[in-house]
């Protein structure tokens, strides 16, 4: 199963590192490039999945490597996101007419660039994506239907397996029962509310088998739901 791969071009270091923090808790692989130099040595090194890409670089602005990515035969295709603080309509339009994927301006949000991030790769990689799915030591590996847990398979049913995946998905957010009967069976009209707590139950059982203490990643949010958070 692929891990994807980011390259993060972003010559200042608090911004890489708060950015490289927050996609590898997702479940990313990230290789930092402080300049156009480094960049263009590590694209050669190794394709890289998809790019983060600041616009304001020494050497070379992130525009021009943008430009010259688009020219290349070899790396065209590679999904590029830019990540500046030029927030003019303008500058939006200019990356855009370059080629770019999605274009992000600073202040921003760690889990909107990271969910943007994933829209990028599940429009022009869904292969990709589809694969692998996670979060924390919990991963959902979709080509083989399982979900493990520090790299151990865990022993689910497949409502088991669809409630996890979903909640893997869609992680720090309080989902109710109604949102899981329909995202795990196939006929939730014909299901009680109840049936997500037994298969709740019997996640966290399975989480335990084992590593002791992990079934508190399912934490009941009293009176909506269920919410799959950090320990």
């Known amino acids: 199963m692929k891990e994807a791969q980011i390259l993060l071009i972003e010559d200042e270091e608090p911004i890489s590192i708060l950015v490289k923090y927050n996609l590898e808790k997702a479940g990313f692989r990230v290789h930092q490039a402080f300049d156009a130099e480094e960049a263009y040595k590590k694209i050669e090194k190794q394709k890289p999945d998809i790019i983060i890409l600041d616009w304001m670089l020494p050497q070379i602005s992130g525009i021009e490597i943008a430009k010259d990515l ?110 899981l009967l329909r995202k795990a069976w196939h006929h939730p009209d014909e299901i009680e509310g109840r049936a997500v707590d037994v298969t709740i139950r019997r996640i966290r059982a399975a989480l335990e088998n084992i590593h002791p203490g992990m079934q508190e990643v399912i934490k009941t949010v009293r009176g909506e739901g269920y919410i799959l958070d950090k320990l």
């Open 70 to 179: 688009r020219k290349s035969d070899e790396y065209k295709d590679i999904p590029i996101i830019m990540l500046t603080a030029r927030s003019q309509e303008d500058d939006k339009l200019r990356g855009f007419d370059i080629g770019i994927d999605d274009y992000i301006t600073k202040p921003f949000s760690p889990k909107e660039l990271v969910a943007r991030v994933k829209s990028v790769l599940k429009r022009t990689k869904p292969n990709l994506m589809e694969e692998n799915i996670k979060y924390a030591n919990i991963e959902i590996d979709n080509s083989k239907k399982c979900a493990l847990l520090d790299g151990k398979k865990l022993e689910l049913t497949p409502t088991e397996f669809a409630l996890i995946s979903f909640m893997v998905q869609y992680p720090e957010r309080t989902h109710s029962r109604e949102t």
